[in-house]
């Protein structure tokens, strides 16, 4: 055959707008060897086989809704049952339900410290925060011990 028949994967990628790479694994895959150069020469019914493979995958199937009721954002991707914003509330909170704004603080039963969160050893403040009662006495007498050091 003359050259004029064959083309090359470079050529062939540029047409049909994929990577070089996806055209010479689909040859590696369905087995078409290269010639004696070493070059991978693609003739004209390798070529429309090639064409009809990637146009079937050009463009994929659209994603269904999301799987929680009343949600009709597509899913994030192919196998999975939720949304990006339902797959995030999922990942870090266990639970699909919307929290409240300091649900995380008020879940805590011991302070950074170990000591438990009792009305006896908690501080509240006006506004709903708490502060360990132990570790303010802690704090309070560190301050103290280091004013009373002379300098």
């Known amino acids: 055959?003359?050259?004029?028949?064959?083309?090359?994967?470079?050529?062939?990628?540029?047409?049909?707008?994929?990577?070089?790479?996806?055209v010479r694994a689909w040859l590696k895959r369905?087995?078409?060897p290269k010639d004696d150069d070493g070059f991978y020469r693609i003739d004209a019914a390798t070529e429309a086989r090639m064409r009809a493979h990637f146009a079937a995958r050009k463009t994929p199937p659209p994603l269904g809704p999301c799987s929680v009721d009343e949600c009709d954002r597509?899913?994030?991707?192919?196998?999975?049952?939720?949304?990006?914003?339902h797959h995030q509330r999922m990942s870090r909170h266990g639970t699909l339900e919307r929290s409240l704004p300091g649900q995380n603080q008020r879940a805590k039963?011991?302070?950074?410290?170990?000591?438990?969160y009792t009305p006896e050893n908690t501080y509240r403040f006006a506004d709903g925060r708490r502060r360990c009662r132990r570790c303010r006495l802690d704090r309070a007498a560190a301050a103290k011990r280091t004013r009373a050091t002379p300098a």
């Open 74 to 85: 597509p899913r994030r991707s192919r196998g999975a049952e939720l949304c990006a914003l």
């Open 109 to 116: 039963t011991h302070c950074p410290k170990g000591h438990p």
């Open 1 to 22: 055959m003359n050259s004029a028949a064959w083309t090359s994967p470079p050529v062939l990628a540029d047409d049909l707008g994929i990577t070089r790479q996806g």
């Open 30 to 32: 369905h087995g078409y």
